[in-house]
């Protein structure tokens, strides 16, 4: 079976510095990868997507970056935290797109709860 | 473009109620449909899905019928415990591209009281 891990859990950072987030997928090969934020009390906002490694596409523009360095492995980074990054980030994946339910369903990591201060 | 609208929330309701949350949704095709479920702290679930009209998706009580003639994919439950209290997601599946990007609903906090 597919599991999803995201790493840290949480973290507290002050304005000005780096950030990586990481994610990996077991189980699967080749899958698509996904990036959202959630704002505290807010719906899902989708910032990155990649269908493979080195492919990335940004859905909005923004103080951060994703790589996918290998197959599995998808990062979310930035260089400079701003105090709007501060939220709930979830790394998702899916199946390559088919026609079906069941290969569009996109399976969720636990998130990492950020904050900027 | 393609989009999910759900009913504002909160949704309160005192335990062993019946639940409905409202999903209707706007597609150029016939997208797949999805509700998720996000318990505080934690990411989202799948709950059910629905690939083609009339097909109905159901899971842990919970069921929802994809209406291809209202364009809908209603939640309901027929008793509700305070352990359903979370928010959940409407989404369908953006076949615009072939990316499997999802398009998701606003999200719906239900609170179910003992």
């Known amino acids: 079976s597919q599991t999803i891990h995201q790493w840290p859990a949480t973290l507290v950072q002050p304005v000005g510095s780096p950030l990586s987030l990481e994610c990996t997928v077991e189980?699967?090969?080749?899958?698509?990868l996904y990036w959202y934020r959630q704002a505290a009390g807010r719906g899902l906002q989708l910032l990155f997507y990649s269908v493979g490694i080195g492919q990335i596409s940004s859905e909005v523009p923004q103080n951060l970056s994703a790589s996918r360095p290998q197959d599995r492995q998808f990062i979310l980074s930035s260089k400079k935290l701003l105090l709007s990054d501060s939220g709930f980030y979830l790394c998702a994946w899916s199946f390559k797109a088919g026609r079906s339910a069941d290969q569009e369903t996109q399976y969720f990591g636990p998130g990492t709860r950020l904050l900027v201060l | 473009g393609d989009s999910v609208t759900q009913m504002e929330g909160p949704v309160t309701l005192s335990e062993e109620a019946f639940l409905t949350i409202n999903c209707t949704y706007t597609a150029t095709g016939y997208p797949s449909l999805f509700w998720y479920v996000q318990y505080p702290g934690e990411g989202l679930q799948l709950l059910l899905k629905?690939?083609?009209?009339?097909d109905k998706g159901s899971n842990k009580g919970f069921e929802a019928t994809y209406r291809k003639e209202t364009t809908s994919f209603h939640l309901e439950k027929g008793s509700v415990q305070v352990s359903d209290s979370a928010v959940y997601f409407c989404a369908l599946s953006d076949r615009s591209s072939n990316t499997g990007k999802l398009i998701f609903g606003q999200g719906t906090t239900l609170q179910v009281k003992p």
């Open positions: 189980g699967t090969s080749n899958p698509n």
């Open positions: 629905a690939t083609k009209a009339d």
